[in-house]
């Protein structure tokens, strides 16, 4: 599919949704009282399919759209190369921006007006936004497309298996694409051979046949992994502001007035964090960093990623020292046993928030960048898309980690690390636990980080 295919399925989708909010068919009957008559299975279907749809199209907007407005820039003349990084800054700070309003300003109208007027603004800026990109298709720089990545990558795998009992050639010229300095791939640059990985380079050795596949493109993968598998433990750490930020919030004093803070509304401050962090990492950090390393960029992907990292592991050391607080105040008010809020402010819970937004600028920003530059020509978007996988398996592995810690702190009756009533608990070691691993893997980023090669492509497309 297109992104233009990709937002007009999100559109329609939102639409959908406007349907079964305002189609007195497609939605449940008003409650009476306390009375609320279920979904019938059509009306839930029309709900299902609005969001499957929702689904769908953003599963593909989102690794092809910061793609799409990278190719924009010209790698090759030096002041758009240098945009090209500021670009992706910004590209995130008006995601956060979205994110933002959608959270507050939409939230407000679809409990206070109607989710028919709730779903109906989204998808009119979505209808907006499909007319404003459909109308810039004169301006815009279009990447050939060079067919299926994943065909690729499986023709190299079995060439290279078929051709195990070959030797490779010293003469590396005999092996891969074409001679030239084009690649065998229209409109892409031809990546230069490199000398790990030398099996691979047998899917090249000619023998019966005169086809010759991109070894290197899954060198690049491959060589790619370690730096991914890292985002993961990063991800897992992003993940407790939707977990357990939450529940550590609920069991803190959210009173302010006679006003009572919704414990998820704390996620704000990531948002407002990363609009914050933005704008000052690209216009007030980047230019003196650049005077001191001479780098166009300040920073490099590998050391950006790297200090986000370690910011995430700060993140969870405020987490836990916070805890630890609302512990011994609850110790010494004798609440340990009640199941009741700690006179604790739910505002020592910002810093933890703030620190997990500058961590996001640094390392989800940096991966953006990271795998579309080092990524092949002709498989940014799949790139991108494998970078956005982090945060999915992050999500699974503090899944996995809390049920691994729950089932080895309860043994034997034991309340655990987090038991119901967070009083009697001890939250900060899991805090403590993901501090921990976070570390452990800084240190391995560090090494698989030193050890990259980076990719080596003809300045030619």
Not at 262 to 280: E, G, M
Request: proline residues 5%.
């Amino acid at each position: 599919m297109s992104l233009l295919q990709e937002m007009l399925t999100t559109g329609q989708g939102m639409c959908t949704m406007v349907l079964s909010a305002s189609v007195p068919a497609f939605k449940p009957v008003d409650c009476l009282g306390s009375i609320c008559p279920s979904a019938t299975p059509a009306q839930s279907g029309v709900l299902f399919v609005g969001l499957y749809l929702i689904a769908l199209g953003t599963g593909g907007i989102k690794p092809c759209v910061s793609s799409f407005g990278a190719d924009q820039f010209d790698d090759t003349d030096p002041s758009e190369r240098a945009k090209k990084g500021s670009f992706f800054n910004w590209f995130y700070f008006f995601i956060n921006i979205g994110s933002l309003i959608s959270s507050t300003l939409v939230v407000w109208i679809q409990e206070n007006v109607g989710w028919d007027i709730g779903f109906g603004i989204p998808a009119l800026f979505m209808g907006i936004a499909i007319a404003s990109f459909f109308s810039g298709t004169p301006l815009y720089r279009f990447q050939k497309p060079g067919g299926s990545p994943l065909t690729r990558m499986c023709q190299v795998v079995v060439a290279s298996l078929q051709n195990r009992k070959l030797d490779v050639p010293q003469d590396t010229t005999l092996l891969y694409e074409t001679p030239e300095k084009l690649s065998a791939i229209g409109g892409t640059r031809k990546l230069e051979h490199s000398e790990d990985l030398k099996f691979l380079d047998k899917a090249s050795v000619l023998s019966d046949s005169d086809d010759k596949w991109r070894i290197e493109e899954l060198k690049l993968l491959i060589r790619m992994i370690p730096i991914w598998a890292t985002g993961i433990v990063f991800s897992a750490v992003y993940a407790q502001m939707a977990t357990l930020f939450i529940e550590q919030g609920m069991v803190m004093d959210r009173r302010v007035g006679t006003f009572t803070i919704p414990a998820a509304s704390l996620s704000t401050f990531d948002v407002i964090s990363v609009i914050f962090w933005v704008p000052v990492y690209d216009k007030f950090l980047i230019p003196r960093v650049r005077k001191i390393t001479g780098n166009e960029r300040g920073f490099s992907n590998l050391q950006r990623m790297g200090i986000g990292l370690f910011i995430s592991i700060l993140a969870m050391v405020s987490a836990a020292l916070v805890e630890i607080r609302r512990l011994q105040i609850a110790e010494e008010l004798g609440l340990i046993n009640e199941h009741v809020p700690v006179p604790l402010s739910i505002f020592w819970q910002i810093p933890q928030f703030f620190l997990v937004g500058a961590a996001e600028v640094f390392t989800f920003i940096g991966q953006l960048e990271f795998f579309y530059d080092q990524s092949p020509d002709a498989m940014r978007s799949l790139c991108s898309a494998f970078s956005l996988l982090t945060t999915s398996l992050g999500n699974y592995l503090s899944s996995l980690i809390l049920i691994i810690v729950t089932s080895i702190t309860t043994a034997g009756g034991k309340p655990g690390w987090i038991p119901d009533n967070l009083n009697k608990g001890r939250l900060y070691n899991f805090f403590w636990l993901l501090a921990g691993l976070s570390f452990f893997n800084l240190l391995v980023y560090v090494f698989c980080a030193i050890k990259y090669k980076q990719k080596n492509a003809s300045a030619s497309g």
